[in-house]
């Protein structure tokens, strides 16, 4: 038996179900596919992340006494040719997007796959109501894995020791500029290994619930790329804070399966990816500078502005001001959040198709166990309760250093003072407000 362990969003030795079923001639191999890359930017930080992680496998993999071999092409090229060298099957973890299940099904017509549940910790097939339909709200769905969630461990993958690497060329390493990318300089914390990070997180995973709000503090785990490109497992970072048995752990423990809720909505509820879950039919803006202001960061909200600054030039963004920017362009803009998700595919350095999904539908009212359509983000009191004295807003606006925070939190503050440059804000926050409610009103009068 001749296998191919085609990683793919797993790069990682350890709690691997490739390596653990895997029966004895293998060859591991990675495909930078061009599909993909095809439609990236060329300095998108992301492909400078995966290339260095791709090595550090690599090298792990050797230390197994096995070898990666790296293609740079369309996954049907590789595999046609695979085929034509006597492989028998190929092993890869299973992700639940359009293009990913098109793919593997177009693989599958050229070799026979096994897949394994191996980015997420639940199989989305197994958790099911007592009529067997989904759940489709976060809580119920929580409390029915009370004997996973309550559990100290989950047991973890162990590779298969026998296994031997197949005899070819694995020397073959594409550039960066080969495939057409510029190397990026990454945030900091991305040269750290998983576990690193987990351990400074241990430290203030105490204080993790109460000020994970606030945007200018760094009470994240920083774990989400990590996790998002498979470097370590959902069941490693469970087990790790599980392993201290201690009540501060467990809020954030709820977090992890929040990931694994929109998982299992896209995999029961595939046509959410591109429609409303809700099937609400609703006469979206079309107003393309406004979309593009907020692209930009150019809207005249100062939080709102600083959010998507950052993001630009960081692939970053705290997580409650995703949900601000997001109900922003969706409620106050009211502009479709399909447009908002596609943007953030591009510069998140942990876009994960589900939980992006999942989330913008949430903040737009559309989706699974999503915010009332009438809960509106008011970015000012976000900002006035999350960043009183303007830390972040200014780390991103330097040339405001000196201004007085208040202002910051008062629609079109920064006009009262003459010395400051600062576009008025593109819409009117209570207008636009009662605006969107009252389009979702129309929307659910439409549907029944």
């Not at 993790?208 to 774990?223: G, L, M, T, V, W």
């Not at 107003?287 to 959010?307: M, Q, R, S, Y």
């Not at 780390?395 to 079109?412: D, Q």
């Amino acid at each position: 038996m001749r296998q191919v362990l085609w990683f793919r969003r797993d790069l990682r030795v350890e709690d691997s179900a490739l390596l653990a079923n895997a029966s004895e001639d293998v060859l591991p191999i990675f495909i930078f596919d061009k599909n993909i890359l095809s439609k990236l930017e060329k300095d998108d930080k992301r492909v400078t992340f995966i290339y260095k992680s791709i090595l550090g496998l690599k090298k792990k993999l050797q230390a197994l006494n096995l070898d990666l071999a790296i293609f740079y092409d369309e996954p049907k090229n590789v595999f046609e040719n695979l085929k034509k060298d006597g492989f028998d099957e190929v092993l890869c973890s299973v992700d639940f997007d359009s293009y990913a299940k098109n793919r593997d099904e177009e693989i599958e017509a050229i070799l026979p796959i096994k897949r394994f549940i191996d980015s997420f910790i639940l199989n989305p097939n197994s958790h099911l109501k007592k009529d067997n339909t989904p759940y489709k709200v976060f809580t119920p769905f929580y409390k029915s894995l009370n004997m996973i969630t309550q559990s100290h461990n989950i047991e973890e993958y162990s590779a298969n020791k026998n296994l031997q690497k197949i005899q070819t060329d694995y020397s073959f390493i594409p550039t960066l500029e080969q495939m057409g990318f510029e190397t990026q300089e990454l945030p900091d914390f991305l040269s750290k290994n998983p576990i690193e990070l987990l351990k400074e997180f241990k430290a203030k995973v105490n204080k993790y619930q109460e000020e994970r709000d606030f945007f200018y503090i760094d009470a994240s785990s920083k774990i989400s790329v990590h996790l998002r490109f498979g470097l370590i497992s959902p069941k490693q970072v469970f087990n790790y804070f599980k392993s201290f048995n201690s009540i501060d752990c467990e809020f954030f423990i709820r977090e992890i399966f929040w990931r694994e809720f929109y998982n299992y909505i896209l995999f029961h509820f595939p046509n959410s990816e591109k429609q409303n879950f809700n099937n609400l039919e609703i006469k979206w803006s079309q107003n393309e500078d406004d979309f593009l202001k907020w692209c930009e960061g150019k809207t005249g909200v100062p939080i709102i502005d600083a959010a998507m600054i950052h993001l630009n030039n960081t692939g970053l963004m705290h997580n409650r001001l995703r949900m601000v920017v997001a109900s922003f362009l969706t409620k106050n803009l009211f502009v479709d959040w399909k447009k908002g998700e596609e943007y953030f595919a591009k510069k998140l350095l942990d876009y994960e198709a589900s939980s992006n999904i999942g989330s913008w539908q949430w903040s737009s009212s559309t989706g699974a166990d999503s915010a009332p359509y009438f809960r509106v983000f008011n970015p000012y009191t976000q900002s006035q309760k999350f960043d009183k004295e303007a830390i972040f807003i200014k780390s991103i606006f330097k040339e405001f250093e000196n201004i007085e925070p208040k202002l910051f939190h008062i629609e079109n503050g920064l006009q009262s003072n003459l010395f400051v440059e600062y576009p008025k804000a593109i819409v009117d926050i209570k207008l636009s407000r009662q605006r969107a409610i009252q389009m979702f009103k129309e929307a659910k009068n439409e549907q029944f």
